[in-house]
């Protein structure tokens, strides 16, 4: 792909937009970001995180976000245009597993707001980590009376493997840390997110380029015509990038889109 055919940029944020060390944007990313958005490209955050842990990146011109890992679509004016659910039984299953063998902390994310069932001492240091508020404490059993957009499972790979398997059947997972799983519905991932703004602004993945570090970046990386992945990225994510960067402290964006003649 020429530098003339790019016309939207997707951006993950934790680990991208925001260094994983220094927990800002560089102003290396600020200025580019600016740079984009004059040349008429679109500028589209792509993230894990609900809106409204995402939203403060507005004043930076982004004419839309893709959050919960493409469950929850929202345009530059903050208003929703796409969501799924994960199906009721699958919650009933897994609050079923949680009160009768394995009561792990969940973090749930429901059209109405955030919370977990249990506040440890790995809950407490990935809210330090990401410096956000933890959500209110309350019983699992509140999911059941929502609609849930995600889940964090705060546990580890052989519990994933055992969880994705009997109970949350329909649902996908995808690990950016070795503490929790993001678990939405299946079919879901950030590529889905990325098709609802090409069909809103008559946009096309050939002409698209988006920056990652976690597995849950990889099929957007791999839908993008042209997928970056951060210095700090896993070799799995690495392997599927078109291009490794730098980290996010060391202007890493800006460098990839510098090399790509885009700034």
């Known amino acids: 792909m020429t530098k003339s055919k ?26 580019a970001l600016s740079i984009l958005k004059s040349k008429g490209i679109r500028i589209i955050v792509s993230t894990g995180r609900s809106y409204e842990h995402a939203k403060f990146l507005a004043e930076h011109g982004f004419d839309g976000f893709i959050t919960f890992n493409g469950s929850y679509c929202v345009d530059s004016n903050g208003e929703s245009f796409f969501r799924h659910t994960i199906d009721i039984n699958e919650i009933q299953s897994l609050h079923d597993h949680l009160t009768s063998f394995d009561n792990f902390p969940v973090g749930v994310m429901t059209t109405e707001g955030s919370f977990i069932s249990d506040i440890t001492d790995d809950v407490s240091a990935i809210f ?18 929502s609609e849930v957009l995600q889940l964090n499972l705060f546990v580890d790979e052989h519990k994933e493997t055992h969880i994705l398997t009997n109970i949350l059947k329909n649902c996908v997972a995808s690990r950016w840390c070795p503490q929790f799983i993001d678990v939405n519905a299946k079919g879901i991932s950030k590529q889905i997110g990325m098709e609802q703004f090409f069909n809103r602004y008559g946009l096309s993945a050939e002409r698209s380029m988006a920056f ?46 510098k090399h790509y003649e885009l700034i």
């Open 128 to 145: 330090k980590l990401l410096k956000l508020d933890a959500p209110p404490p309350q019983d699992f059993s509140h999911a059941l009376e």
């Open 212 to 257: 990652g570090d976690g597995g849950n970046d990889i099929e957007m990386l791999k839908a993008a015509g042209i997928g970056v992945a951060m210095g700090n990225a896993g070799d799995n994510v690495k392997a599927v990038a078109d291009f490794v960067t730098g980290t996010t402290e060391e202007d890493g964006i800006w460098n990839a889109l």
């Open 6 to 31: 790019v016309e939207t940029v997707f951006f993950d944020v934790d680990g991208t937009l925001l260094g994983l060390q220094s927990k800002s944007i560089p102003d290396s990313t600020i200025e």
